[in-house]
Protein backbone atom coordinates (compact mmCIF):
# COMPACT_ATOMS: atom_id res chain seq x y z
CA UNK A 1 0.00 0.00 0.00
CA UNK A 2 1.33 3.41 -1.16
CA UNK A 3 1.95 5.92 1.79
CA UNK A 4 0.74 9.05 2.11
CA UNK A 5 1.02 11.62 5.02
CA UNK A 6 -1.49 11.75 8.07
CA UNK A 7 -4.47 14.26 7.82
CA UNK A 8 -2.44 15.75 11.05
CA UNK A 9 0.51 16.96 8.93
CA UNK A 10 -1.42 19.85 7.64
CA UNK A 11 0.08 21.87 4.21
CA UNK A 12 1.36 25.23 5.72
CA UNK A 13 2.02 28.73 3.82
CA UNK A 14 4.99 30.60 4.82
CA UNK A 15 3.11 34.70 5.25
CA UNK A 16 4.15 37.40 7.24
CA UNK A 17 1.45 40.09 7.46
CA UNK A 18 2.75 43.51 5.94
CA UNK A 19 2.39 45.19 9.12
CA UNK A 20 5.62 43.11 11.00
CA UNK A 21 7.50 43.96 7.39
CA UNK A 22 6.23 47.98 8.07
CA UNK A 23 7.81 47.45 11.84
CA UNK A 24 10.77 45.82 10.38
CA UNK A 25 11.58 47.94 8.13
CA UNK A 26 10.84 51.28 10.36
CA UNK A 27 12.99 49.83 13.16
CA UNK A 28 15.93 48.94 10.86
CA UNK A 29 15.70 52.20 9.27
CA UNK A 30 15.88 53.81 12.48
CA UNK A 31 18.41 51.98 14.22
CA UNK A 32 21.81 53.46 14.01
CA UNK A 33 26.12 51.81 14.22
CA UNK A 34 27.98 52.71 16.35
CA UNK A 35 31.12 54.58 15.88
CA UNK A 36 34.13 53.61 14.25
CA UNK A 37 37.05 52.00 16.43
CA UNK A 38 39.62 50.16 16.10
CA UNK A 39 38.47 46.63 17.02
CA UNK A 40 35.55 47.06 14.11
CA UNK A 41 37.88 48.18 11.57
CA UNK A 42 40.16 45.09 12.12
CA UNK A 43 39.63 42.36 9.28
CA UNK A 44 42.07 39.90 10.88
CA UNK A 45 42.15 40.01 14.62
CA UNK A 46 38.71 38.38 14.70
CA UNK A 47 37.52 41.05 17.05
CA UNK A 48 33.89 40.04 15.57
CA UNK A 49 31.95 41.49 12.67
CA UNK A 50 33.04 44.99 11.61
CA UNK A 51 31.63 48.20 10.71
CA UNK A 52 31.96 47.98 7.10
CA UNK A 53 30.44 44.68 7.08
CA UNK A 54 27.34 45.52 8.94
CA UNK A 55 26.85 48.96 7.39
CA UNK A 56 26.54 47.44 3.73
CA UNK A 57 24.23 44.10 5.04
CA UNK A 58 22.21 46.95 6.51
CA UNK A 59 21.81 48.84 3.04
CA UNK A 60 21.24 45.54 1.43
CA UNK A 61 18.40 44.79 3.64
CA UNK A 62 16.57 47.82 3.74
CA UNK A 63 17.21 48.42 0.06
CA UNK A 64 17.64 45.32 -1.88
CA UNK A 65 16.65 42.31 -0.50
CA UNK A 66 13.14 41.06 -1.26
CA UNK A 67 11.57 39.26 1.82
CA UNK A 68 8.38 38.20 -0.35
CA UNK A 69 10.62 36.96 -2.74
CA UNK A 70 12.12 34.97 -0.18
CA UNK A 71 8.89 34.03 1.23
CA UNK A 72 8.01 32.23 -2.13
CA UNK A 73 11.08 30.44 -2.61
CA UNK A 74 10.66 28.75 0.90
CA UNK A 75 6.51 28.53 -0.24
CA UNK A 76 8.14 26.59 -3.25
CA UNK A 77 8.79 23.40 -1.00
CA UNK A 78 6.07 21.42 0.83
CA UNK A 79 5.63 22.99 3.92
CA UNK A 80 3.67 21.88 6.97
CA UNK A 81 2.14 22.08 10.68
CA UNK A 82 1.62 19.26 13.24
CA UNK A 83 0.68 19.84 16.83
CA UNK A 84 3.32 17.83 18.51
CA UNK A 85 1.60 17.60 22.74
CA UNK A 86 1.36 21.62 23.23
CA UNK A 87 4.18 22.00 20.19
CA UNK A 88 2.97 23.64 16.71
CA UNK A 89 5.49 21.95 14.97
CA UNK A 90 6.85 23.16 11.20
CA UNK A 91 8.69 21.06 8.97
CA UNK A 92 9.63 20.70 5.42
CA UNK A 93 9.14 17.62 3.44
CA UNK A 94 9.68 14.88 0.51
CA UNK A 95 7.25 11.81 0.97
CA UNK A 96 7.32 8.82 -1.18
CA UNK A 97 4.68 7.18 -2.52
CA UNK A 98 6.80 3.42 -2.08
CA UNK A 99 6.18 1.65 1.23
CA UNK A 100 9.05 0.98 1.73
CA UNK A 101 10.52 4.49 1.30
CA UNK A 102 13.27 5.30 3.86
CA UNK A 103 12.71 8.17 6.30
CA UNK A 104 15.66 10.00 7.29
CA UNK A 105 14.89 12.83 9.50
CA UNK A 106 17.34 16.13 9.03
CA UNK A 107 18.22 18.40 12.16
CA UNK A 108 19.81 21.87 11.76
CA UNK A 109 21.04 23.98 14.76
CA UNK A 110 21.85 27.29 16.46
CA UNK A 111 21.88 29.98 14.30
CA UNK A 112 20.84 27.74 11.60
CA UNK A 113 17.01 26.66 10.81
CA UNK A 114 15.39 23.97 8.34
CA UNK A 115 16.62 27.03 5.51
CA UNK A 116 20.20 25.07 5.93
CA UNK A 117 18.56 21.87 3.83
CA UNK A 118 16.56 23.60 1.56
CA UNK A 119 19.10 23.17 -1.02
CA UNK A 120 19.71 19.44 -0.33
CA UNK A 121 15.74 19.23 -0.72
CA UNK A 122 15.99 21.08 -4.19
CA UNK A 123 18.60 18.51 -5.21
CA UNK A 124 16.68 15.58 -4.24
CA UNK A 125 13.18 17.23 -6.26
CA UNK A 126 15.50 17.61 -8.92
CA UNK A 127 17.33 14.15 -9.00
CA UNK A 128 14.28 12.62 -8.73
CA UNK A 129 11.91 14.50 -10.68
CA UNK A 130 9.59 11.87 -12.84
CA UNK A 131 10.27 9.04 -10.53
CA UNK A 132 9.65 7.61 -7.13
CA UNK A 133 11.30 9.14 -4.88
CA UNK A 134 13.00 6.45 -2.42
CA UNK A 135 13.50 8.31 0.92
CA UNK A 136 11.18 9.71 3.23
CA UNK A 137 12.97 13.36 3.99
CA UNK A 138 11.71 15.20 7.07
CA UNK A 139 13.10 18.99 7.99
CA UNK A 140 11.80 20.43 10.62
CA UNK A 141 11.87 23.76 12.29
CA UNK A 142 13.02 22.22 16.19
CA UNK A 143 10.94 23.66 19.13
CA UNK A 144 11.30 27.38 19.83
CA UNK A 145 13.01 27.86 16.42
CA UNK A 146 11.78 29.85 13.91
CA UNK A 147 8.34 28.36 12.78
CA UNK A 148 7.92 25.91 15.45
CA UNK A 149 6.18 27.05 18.73
CA UNK A 150 8.19 27.09 21.85
CA UNK A 151 7.82 25.00 24.58
CA UNK A 152 6.01 26.03 27.94
CA UNK A 153 6.58 28.97 30.38
CA UNK A 154 5.67 26.95 33.36
CA UNK A 155 8.64 24.98 33.18
CA UNK A 156 12.72 24.67 31.70
CA UNK A 157 12.58 23.11 28.27
CA UNK A 158 15.62 20.91 27.12
CA UNK A 159 16.95 19.07 24.80
CA UNK A 160 15.86 16.07 26.40
CA UNK A 161 12.29 17.84 25.75
CA UNK A 162 12.87 18.20 22.05
CA UNK A 163 14.47 14.89 21.07
CA UNK A 164 10.78 13.65 22.52
CA UNK A 165 8.76 16.09 19.92
CA UNK A 166 11.11 14.76 16.93
CA UNK A 167 10.68 11.19 18.15
CA UNK A 168 6.82 12.02 18.23
CA UNK A 169 6.66 13.71 14.85
CA UNK A 170 8.86 10.93 12.94
CA UNK A 171 5.90 8.07 14.92
CA UNK A 172 2.92 11.13 14.05
CA UNK A 173 3.86 10.73 10.49
CA UNK A 174 3.79 6.48 10.35
CA UNK A 175 7.44 5.94 10.58
CA UNK A 176 8.22 3.31 13.16
CA UNK A 177 12.07 2.78 12.15
CA UNK A 178 13.93 5.77 10.37
CA UNK A 179 17.68 7.65 10.70
CA UNK A 180 18.61 10.98 12.13
CA UNK A 181 21.30 13.23 10.47
CA UNK A 182 22.14 16.59 12.03
CA UNK A 183 25.07 18.90 13.51
CA UNK A 184 25.05 21.59 15.78
CA UNK A 185 22.42 21.48 18.38
CA UNK A 186 20.92 18.89 16.07
CA UNK A 187 23.96 16.31 16.13
CA UNK A 188 23.12 16.13 20.16
CA UNK A 189 19.64 15.51 19.60
CA UNK A 190 20.79 12.60 16.89
CA UNK A 191 22.83 11.29 19.92
CA UNK A 192 20.15 11.60 22.29
CA UNK A 193 17.25 10.05 20.43
CA UNK A 194 19.91 6.69 19.20
CA UNK A 195 20.18 6.56 22.70
CA UNK A 196 16.52 6.76 23.99
CA UNK A 197 14.46 5.40 21.09
CA UNK A 198 14.52 2.11 19.22
CA UNK A 199 12.61 3.83 16.29
CA UNK A 200 16.24 5.33 15.77
CA UNK A 201 18.04 2.66 13.14
CA UNK A 202 21.08 5.18 12.37
CA UNK A 203 22.27 8.33 13.33
CA UNK A 204 24.94 10.61 10.69
CA UNK A 205 26.45 13.64 12.24
CA UNK A 206 28.72 16.47 10.81
CA UNK A 207 29.70 17.81 14.01
CA UNK A 208 31.51 15.06 16.98
CA UNK A 209 31.42 16.41 20.85
CA UNK A 210 33.74 14.62 22.90
CA UNK A 211 35.58 15.03 25.92
CA UNK A 212 38.78 12.99 24.33
CA UNK A 213 41.50 14.72 23.19
CA UNK A 214 43.28 13.52 20.02
CA UNK A 215 46.83 12.40 20.26
CA UNK A 216 48.51 14.87 17.64
CA UNK A 217 50.76 11.90 16.18
CA UNK A 218 47.25 10.10 15.12
CA UNK A 219 46.24 13.10 12.89
CA UNK A 220 46.19 13.85 8.98
CA UNK A 221 47.14 17.16 8.07
CA UNK A 222 44.00 18.29 7.76
CA UNK A 223 42.93 16.73 10.78
CA UNK A 224 45.60 18.65 12.56
CA UNK A 225 44.71 22.14 10.82
CA UNK A 226 41.21 21.47 11.85
CA UNK A 227 42.05 20.71 15.31
CA UNK A 228 43.98 23.80 15.58
CA UNK A 229 41.08 26.05 14.34
CA UNK A 230 38.52 24.41 16.59
CA UNK A 231 41.01 25.22 19.68
CA UNK A 232 41.72 28.76 18.54
CA UNK A 233 37.56 29.15 18.75
CA UNK A 234 37.62 27.54 21.62
CA UNK A 235 39.96 30.32 23.52
CA UNK A 236 38.50 33.55 21.64
CA UNK A 237 34.76 31.93 19.99
CA UNK A 238 32.55 31.07 22.82
CA UNK A 239 31.58 34.25 24.49
CA UNK A 240 28.09 34.43 22.77
CA UNK A 241 27.65 30.72 23.98
CA UNK A 242 28.45 31.55 27.47
CA UNK A 243 25.97 34.80 27.10
CA UNK A 244 23.12 32.27 25.86
CA UNK A 245 23.62 29.67 28.58
CA UNK A 246 24.16 32.13 31.54
CA UNK A 247 21.90 34.86 30.14
CA UNK A 248 19.29 34.36 28.28
CA UNK A 249 16.75 36.58 29.50
CA UNK A 250 19.15 39.72 28.92
CA UNK A 251 20.44 38.79 25.58
CA UNK A 252 16.90 37.63 24.61
CA UNK A 253 15.88 41.18 25.20
CA UNK A 254 18.54 42.66 23.69
CA UNK A 255 18.45 41.15 20.43
CA UNK A 256 14.20 41.18 20.11
CA UNK A 257 14.50 45.08 20.22
CA UNK A 258 16.57 45.73 17.36
CA UNK A 259 17.04 43.70 13.69
CA UNK A 260 20.58 45.57 13.45
CA UNK A 261 21.84 43.94 16.81
CA UNK A 262 20.58 40.39 15.36
CA UNK A 263 22.10 40.91 12.36
CA UNK A 264 25.56 42.05 14.16
CA UNK A 265 25.22 38.52 16.26
CA UNK A 266 24.00 35.59 14.10
CA UNK A 267 25.40 37.29 10.78
CA UNK A 268 29.18 37.02 12.44
CA UNK A 269 28.49 33.25 12.81
CA UNK A 270 27.65 33.25 8.73
CA UNK A 271 30.69 34.96 7.94
CA UNK A 272 33.17 32.99 10.68
CA UNK A 273 31.87 29.32 10.94
CA UNK A 274 31.96 29.02 7.23
CA UNK A 275 34.53 28.00 4.65
CA UNK A 276 33.05 30.74 2.08
CA UNK A 277 30.40 33.06 3.46
CA UNK A 278 27.33 32.68 1.82
CA UNK A 279 25.35 34.89 -0.25
CA UNK A 280 23.83 37.66 1.94
CA UNK A 281 20.49 36.93 1.11
CA UNK A 282 21.43 33.68 2.09
CA UNK A 283 22.53 34.81 5.48
CA UNK A 284 19.42 37.97 5.57
CA UNK A 285 16.74 35.16 4.72
CA UNK A 286 17.70 33.11 8.30
CA UNK A 287 17.86 36.54 10.56
CA UNK A 288 14.93 37.54 8.55
CA UNK A 289 13.19 34.35 10.36
CA UNK A 290 14.55 34.87 13.36
CA UNK A 291 13.34 38.31 13.80
CA UNK A 292 9.68 37.86 12.02
CA UNK A 293 8.55 34.76 14.32
CA UNK A 294 11.01 35.89 17.54
CA UNK A 295 12.91 32.76 17.54
CA UNK A 296 16.24 34.12 18.77
CA UNK A 297 14.71 34.46 22.65
CA UNK A 298 12.93 30.65 22.16
CA UNK A 299 15.97 29.02 20.69
CA UNK A 300 19.10 29.26 22.98
CA UNK A 301 17.68 26.70 25.75
CA UNK A 302 20.17 24.09 24.45
CA UNK A 303 23.42 26.02 25.37
CA UNK A 304 22.62 25.71 29.40
CA UNK A 305 23.02 22.29 29.37
CA UNK A 306 26.63 23.26 28.23
CA UNK A 307 27.53 26.19 30.34
CA UNK A 308 25.33 26.48 33.25
CA UNK A 309 25.25 23.44 36.14
CA UNK A 310 26.02 19.88 35.70
CA UNK A 311 26.92 19.18 32.48
CA UNK A 312 25.71 15.28 31.37
CA UNK A 313 28.01 13.49 29.54
CA UNK A 314 26.35 12.89 25.83
CA UNK A 315 25.10 8.98 25.83
CA UNK A 316 27.23 6.44 23.84
CA UNK A 317 26.55 6.16 20.29
CA UNK A 318 26.10 2.13 20.31
CA UNK A 319 23.52 2.10 16.70
CA UNK A 320 25.45 2.14 13.47
CA UNK A 321 27.06 5.95 12.81
CA UNK A 322 28.10 7.89 9.72
CA UNK A 323 29.97 10.63 9.77
CA UNK A 324 30.70 13.71 7.08
CA UNK A 325 34.69 15.79 7.86
CA UNK A 326 34.41 19.18 7.24
CA UNK A 327 37.53 20.73 7.12
CA UNK A 328 36.30 24.17 9.29
CA UNK A 329 33.76 22.74 11.15
CA UNK A 330 34.05 24.60 14.93
CA UNK A 331 34.02 20.88 16.75
CA UNK A 332 35.81 18.79 14.17
CA UNK A 333 35.27 14.76 14.12
CA UNK A 334 38.76 12.88 14.61
CA UNK A 335 38.37 9.94 13.16
CA UNK A 336 39.82 7.06 15.34
CA UNK A 337 38.19 9.28 18.30
CA UNK A 338 34.87 8.56 16.40
CA UNK A 339 36.47 4.63 15.60
CA UNK A 340 37.07 4.26 19.45
CA UNK A 341 33.61 5.98 20.62
CA UNK A 342 31.13 5.21 18.23
CA UNK A 343 29.61 1.86 15.82
CA UNK A 344 31.10 4.18 12.95
CA UNK A 345 30.24 2.12 9.67
CA UNK A 346 31.03 5.22 7.35
CA UNK A 347 33.47 7.86 7.67
CA UNK A 348 33.83 10.59 4.53
CA UNK A 349 36.25 13.48 4.71
CA UNK A 350 35.67 16.59 2.57
CA UNK A 351 39.10 19.61 1.70
CA UNK A 352 35.79 22.07 1.86
CA UNK A 353 33.30 22.85 3.91
CA UNK A 354 32.73 24.66 7.58
CA UNK A 355 29.59 24.22 10.13
CA UNK A 356 26.82 24.54 8.02
CA UNK A 357 27.44 21.56 6.18
CA UNK A 358 24.03 20.98 4.67
CA UNK A 359 23.76 24.52 2.90
CA UNK A 360 27.60 25.02 2.28
CA UNK A 361 28.32 21.43 0.56
CA UNK A 362 24.50 19.71 0.17
CA UNK A 363 25.99 17.44 -2.53
CA UNK A 364 28.85 16.29 -0.39
CA UNK A 365 26.70 15.82 2.87
CA UNK A 366 23.79 13.92 0.67
CA UNK A 367 25.97 11.97 -0.92
CA UNK A 368 27.91 10.88 2.58
CA UNK A 369 24.34 10.16 4.03
CA UNK A 370 23.04 7.89 1.12
CA UNK A 371 26.26 6.18 1.31
CA UNK A 372 25.43 5.89 4.74
CA UNK A 373 21.88 4.69 4.66
CA UNK A 374 22.98 2.17 1.88
CA UNK A 375 25.55 0.47 4.24
CA UNK A 376 23.19 0.35 7.60
CA UNK A 377 20.59 -1.32 5.15
CA UNK A 378 22.75 -3.65 3.64
CA UNK A 379 23.92 -5.20 6.58
CA UNK A 380 20.27 -6.12 7.99
CA UNK A 381 18.98 -3.01 9.65
CA UNK A 382 15.37 -3.58 9.20
CA UNK A 383 13.00 -0.88 8.71
Not at 144 to 171: C, F, H, I, N, Q
Request: charged share 20%.
Amino acid sequence: MAYTPPSSAKPFTLHIPDQDLSEWRQLLQLSKLGPRTFENTQTKDNFGVTYDWLSSAKDHWLNTYDWRAQEAHINSFPNYKMAIDDIDMHFVALFSPKKDAIPILFLHGWPGSFIEFLPLVAQLQKKFEGKELPYHIIVPSLPGYTLSSGGPLERDWTTLDSAAVMEKLMRGLGFDKYFVQGGDVGSFLCRIMAARYESVVGVHLNLYSTATQPEREKLSNIEIEAYDRAQAFQKIGTAYAQEHATRPSTIGHVLSSSPLALLAWIGEKFIEWTDETPPLDVILTNISLYWFTGGFPRSIYPYRTLFRGAREPLPPLTKPTGFSFFPKELFPGIKYIIENETNLVSFAAHERGGHFGALERPEDLWGDVEEFVAKVTENGSKL
